[in-house]
């Protein structure tokens, strides 16, 4: 479009007369009707009064640029997310029934608002329903907590040492066992993530059925490929058909909770045992994809890459803040400090506050103090009091492993107690199953039931459901530590290897000897 054509299209869109427009800029009519018949054109003065007028650029008045501009600021103002396409654990406004029970649970004073979340909760994903969740989020960022809320559950190191119950003496280290326990650990853990990691997913209606079919209930192995009727399961909601299944491995296949302790020693290798909050996050971006990382994960490390750095970026659009995804990182931190649960947990504490708040924070302290603890001791309760011992005595996870503790100690048996725990989180929502707290006590219970078995122990973890290879690979890594290489029988270790598969960039796979020995040096520092 030419400038006089411009001139003119601007006029009109303005209902503006010759005489109007030229009023408006200081001229005679006959100048406006020069240039709009092209014989004349406007001095600069006037094109940047005209300009303004308008609110568009020179360029657009002048150089026949109007429909350009003009299409790409409505693009601009269009420009909008598929938000059908978003992953649901990078769009808070998918996950508001989370929010709103997380939000109930830690004691916000939110419950006003109970209708609101479910009625948001049930828009189609679009602009409307992101914007009506971000004034949630504040709702609940801004909340107070209820009167007469029984836990006192902080997030600062300091303020949780303050509430610890009074630490009680372990033995001596032993360094003649210790790199047998260390080896044991990484061992242990590997092999009960293995286990579990076949069904990873499943709910009990579904596995109680494929163990008993297979005679493998109670459990006692890992799941083979031969134990799967495909025609049985083909109405089952859990996929079996690309799960990995033992006797078809060569090696421990990636897994989380297996990266996660690659990491850690990544970590400690790169800034030492005195590293930072901000240390970890930087390793997290570094070595690892986003999608290595899920639920309170994946919003921290997108939070890292919008620029919140620790505690914000565990606190800012997380619905999965107390969920069980720290609680699978601390192991590392028990190994490196064998006989000091105290230094594994502030360690531990260190790494899950980029993610976590309280009791999610909790669960990760609780797992390295427990495993540092089993590097001098294999009395099981000893080691569950001393991962309490550095833990808010005034928490909903201290209070609920000491109900196991207790149940245990009365002589309820396996059976009721982890009937009880299916009673208290409902397996069939994402938050029951996925939940530090559940999880934690599915782990203390199979401890304590197991009576020291690795086996027996890592088994009753799995068959129980919940997050299989989460709990599995704890249970294993603490009785790993705790008795040793030599207790975990070769029909465990066989299919493994000694080969550790990972994901984190510049590793790939590892020889679990190896990062043995790198622990031990590690624990020297």
């Known amino acids: ?20 427009f030229a009023e408006l800029f200081g001229v005679t009519r006959q100048s406006v009707q020069k240039w709009e018949s092209g014989s004349s054109m406007p001095e600069l003065d006037k094109l940047i009064k005209i300009a303004k007028h308008f609110d568009i650029t020179i360029d657009s008045l002048v150089f026949d640029s109007d429909t350009r501009i003009t299409e790409e600021l409505t693009c601009v103002k269009e420009l909008k997310p598929k938000y059908e396409n978003m992953h649901v654990w990078e769009a808070y406004y998918v996950n508001l029934n989370t929010e709103y029970q997380q939000s109930i649970e830690e004691g916000l004073d939110i419950s006003q608002y109970e209708d609101l979340f479910k009625t948001v909760a049930l828009l189609p994903r679009n602009d409307t329903k992101k914007k009506l969740a971000d004034i949630l989020f504040e709702i609940v960022r801004d909340a107070k907590i209820v009167d007469g809320y029984k836990y006192d559950e902080p997030s600062t190191l300091d303020e949780i040492k303050e509430l610890r119950i009074d630490n009680h003496q372990l033995p001596k280290l ?58 049985m399961v083909e109405n089952y909601r859990f996929r079996f058909e690309k799960r990995p299944f033992a006797d078809e491995m060569n090696g421990m296949p990636v897994d989380d909770d297996t990266n996660y302790v690659v990491l850690a020693q990544k970590l400690i290798d790169k800034y030492g045992k005195e590293f930072t909050d901000y240390d970890m996050s930087r390793i997290w971006l570094e070595l690892q994809p986003k999608d290595a990382y899920c639920t309170a994960e994946r919003v921290a490390f997108c939070n890292f890459v919008k620029g919140f750095e620790p505690p914000q970026s565990a606190i800012y659009k997380n619905p999965y803040r107390e969920w069980i995804g720290a609680q699978i990182r601390g192991d ?194």
């Not at 003119?8 to 503006?16: D, W």
Request: aromatic share 8%; glycine share 8%.
């Open 1 to 20: 479009m030419s400038l006089n054509n411009m001139i003119g299209k601007l006029r009109n869109q303005a209902n503006l007369s010759q005489e109007q």
């Open 332 to 525: 590392y931190f028990g190994y490196i400090s064998p006989g000091n649960p105290e230094f594994a947990a502030e360690m531990a504490f260190r790494d899950a506050s980029i993610s976590h708040i309280k009791n999610g924070i909790y669960g990760e302290m609780f797992v390295a103090a427990m495993i540092a603890a089993a590097a001098v001791t294999s009395n099981i309760k000893e080691i569950i009091l001393s991962g309490l011992s550095q833990i808010p005595k005034t928490s909903r996870l201290y209070e609920a492993i000491n109900n196991v503790i207790c149940q245990y100690d009365n002589g309820k048996s396996q059976k009721d107690c982890f009937a009880d725990i299916h009673n208290k989180f409902d397996e069939f929502t994402s938050h029951g199953w996925c939940h530090t707290i559940s999880n934690a006590m599915i782990v203390a219970a199979s401890l304590l039931y197991g009576n020291g078995d690795f086996g027996k122990s890592i088994c009753m973890a799995v068959e129980t459901g919940f997050d299989t290879d989460c709990n599995g690979a704890t249970v294993g890594s603490i009785l790993g530590m705790a008795n040793g290489i030599s207790s975990i029988d070769d029909v465990w270790k066989k299919p493994i290897n000694n080969k550790l598969h990972t994901s984190i960039f510049g590793v790939g796979t590892v020889n679990i000897t190896d990062v043995v020995e790198l622990t031990m040096k590690h624990i020297e520092l």
């Open 174 to 231: 032993d360094k003649n066992k210790l790199k047998n326990k260390i080896h044991g650990a990484w061992m242990g853990r590997v092999c009960g993530c293995l286990l579990g990691k076949t069904v990873e997913g499943i709910r009990t209606d579904e596995l109680i059925p494929v163990l008993k079919n297979s005679n493998n209930y109670p459990m006692h192995r890992y799941i083979r490929r031969s134990d799967i009727d495909f025609k």
